[in-house]
């Protein structure tokens, strides 16, 4: 069901949907136009409640990838469900501190597990 998706490994832990990218580098204009219009269809599919997106992975990242992030963000939350972003490295996190979306339009935690219990 799932196997169909180039950047994306896709799992369920218990009701949450879990996304992890699994593209180190996140730069190019292809490889991030193919990842948001694999998350978008993975949210239009499976229509999660509570979704994460974690970025363990990636080493290196575009800002473009926010935009993906926010229409997923905002198809999620026209649903009633929330999405939180973990597993980012210091500088991935730092351009999103310094866009100030950490905290105000993403719920980012330092890895996975504290994710979950977030919900």
């Known amino acids: 069901m799932w196997s169909e998706y180039q ?40 229509r999660p409640s509570k979704a994460i997106v974690d970025f363990s992975r990636v080493v290196h990242c575009s800002t473009a990838v926010i935009n993906g992030l926010l229409r997923a963000k905002k198809r999620i939350m026209a649903n009633g469900g929330q999405l939180k972003l973990c597993g980012m490295t210091a500088g991935i996190r730092d351009a999103y501190k310094m866009l100030n979306l950490d905290g105000t339009v993403f719920q980012i935690h330092e890895c996975l597990e504290n994710a979950v219990l977030a919900f």
């Open 7 to 46: 950047h994306l490994v896709v799992r369920r832990e218990g009701e949450i949907l879990v996304v992890e990218l699994i593209d180190p580098k996140l730069f190019d204009t292809t490889t991030v136009t193919q990842l948001q219009d694999e998350l978008l269809l993975l949210v239009d599919t499976e």
